[in-house]
């Protein structure tokens, strides 16, 4: 249906980062409510609202789990609904995410290699399952990771910019400031203040 939010906003960016907090709002207080299994639905809704916004969908979860120490209230839903449908890759996604925000980085990788094998074409699981190599310091999986990332989504940001600071720090400055101005252009409205801090690295 064709709302008046929809009239006065149209597609907007802002429009776009209005309902993006919404469902995050709504997803971080269902799970304080203690209802897991809603706020588990809840992301569901918001990872598919805005598939490409990566880094996002961890910051809430982040939040969530580590900020608001409500891990507790997730883990038991989120398992079960895992367990009840396997083939369905954006749980398995959702799952990594969860154990990334806890620090389980071998439980992540495992989840963004299920989501990956059952969605080979899964960018932003790419992206993440990058992200979680690096921080078990294994770089040249977290930089094949984020390359196929973009690879297969041209208008996924953030692998980008993971790739630029890593490329930064092993010494390949041309490649790093390509893919730093390919991450200035495609940054959507959540990623304000990644932006001002890659364009100081230029």
Not at 45 to 51: G, I, M, R
Not at 94 to 114: F, M, R
Not at 143 to 166: C, F, M, N, T, Y
């Amino acid at each position: 249906m064709f709302g008046l939010r929809d009239l006065f906003f149209g597609n907007s960016a802002a429009a776009q980062l209005e309902e993006m907090n919404h469902l995050g709002e709504a997803f971080t207080d269902l799970a304080r409510a203690g209802d897991g299994e809603r706020a588990i639905h809840k992301f569901i809704q918001l990872a598919n609202c805005q598939p490409t916004w990566t880094q996002f969908h961890f910051d809430v979860m982040d939040h969530v789990v580590r900020r608001e120490l409500l891990a507790n209230v997730l883990h038991g839903p989120l398992q079960s609904a895992v367990r009840e449908d396997p083939s369905n890759s954006i749980l398995h996604y959702i799952n990594g995410l969860y154990h990334q925000s806890l620090g389980s980085l071998d439980k992540a990788v495992a989840d963004y290699q299920a989501a990956i094998q059952i969605n080979p074409k899964f960018a932003v699981a790419y992206h993440n399952l990058g992200i979680t190599y690096r921080i078990q310091g294994r770089l040249d999986l977290a930089i094949g990771a984020w390359q196929k990332a973009v690879e297969l989504d041209s208008r996924l940001a953030e692998p980008h910019l993971a790739l630029g600071i890593q490329l930064r720090n092993m010494g390949r400055k041309k490649e790093a400031d390509k893919h730093i101005r390919k991450f200035l252009d495609l940054a959507n409205p959540s990623l304000e203040g990644y932006k001002n801090s890659a364009s100081m690295l230029l």
